[in-house]
């Protein structure tokens, strides 16, 4: 398995995953994030100046013969920039492990490549697969949102997930390359 930055190349994947309504998985909403792949171009080049897209950058997930299984991100959440991730995978590659070794990566290079004190991630509280793999890679629940999303027709409560810098400690997958 591969993590690398999404590039322009990816659009088509982007808006096949966007626009299927079995890819947001039962605990999003179906279509969440449709989008026209022109629209997407277009975000791509000339990123939105909203809070949200701050620094949101996605990261292919992919498998070594270089086949697309999903995409993780990490943005800064406002108003306090704290830094976010969230991941997605296609329904047929889910189940395997890829989505917690993709979160524990994930965590790993944001703490390496960035000063930041903790990474966040907010999960529907019925999605307990998203828990688990949360729970993984060394994230602890921080407390729940009330209705905090409106998902299929209902106000919703979100899991605040959170690990901190001293309880990383180090990386688990990616290794640090000290200078002697
Ligand atoms: C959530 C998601 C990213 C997880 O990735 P994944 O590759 O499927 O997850 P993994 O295979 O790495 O791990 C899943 C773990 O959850 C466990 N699990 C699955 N269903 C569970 C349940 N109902 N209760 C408890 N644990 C459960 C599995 O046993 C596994 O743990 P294990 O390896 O210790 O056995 C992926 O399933 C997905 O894309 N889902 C749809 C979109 C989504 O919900 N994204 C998250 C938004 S917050």
Excluded at 16 to 36: K, L
Excluded at 42 to 65: G, R, T
Excluded at 153 to 168: K, V
Aim: proline letters at 3%; hydrophobic letters at 40%.
């Amino acid at each position: 398995m591969n993590l690398r930055v999404l590039e322009r190349d990816d659009i088509d994947f982007l808006a096949e995953c966007f626009n299927n309504m079995y890819f947001w998985g039962e605990y999003s909403n179906p279509v969440f994030e449709q989008t026209s792949k022109s629209g997407l171009m277009q975000n791509f080049d000339n990123p939105p100046n909203i809070a949200i897209s701050i620094e949101w950058k996605k990261f292919i997930v992919q498998k070594k013969d270089g086949n697309r299984m999903g995409f993780v991100w990490h943005f800064i959440n406002q108003p306090y920039g704290v830094m976010e991730i969230g991941c997605f995978f296609v329904p047929s590659e889910r189940g395997k492990g890829y989505g917690a070794e993709a979160t524990q990566l994930m965590v790993d290079y944001l703490f390496l490549s960035k000063n930041i004190g903790r990474i966040q991630a907010c999960t529907n509280v019925r999605n307990k697969t998203a828990q688990k793999v949360l729970e993984k890679a060394g994230l602890k629940i921080e407390g729940t949102i009330r209705k905090l999303l409106f998902v299929r027709g209902a106000w919703t409560d979100y899991h605040l997930y959170s690990i901190l810098r001293e309880e990383w400690k180090e990386p688990k997958i990616l290794t640090r390359t000290e200078k002697k």
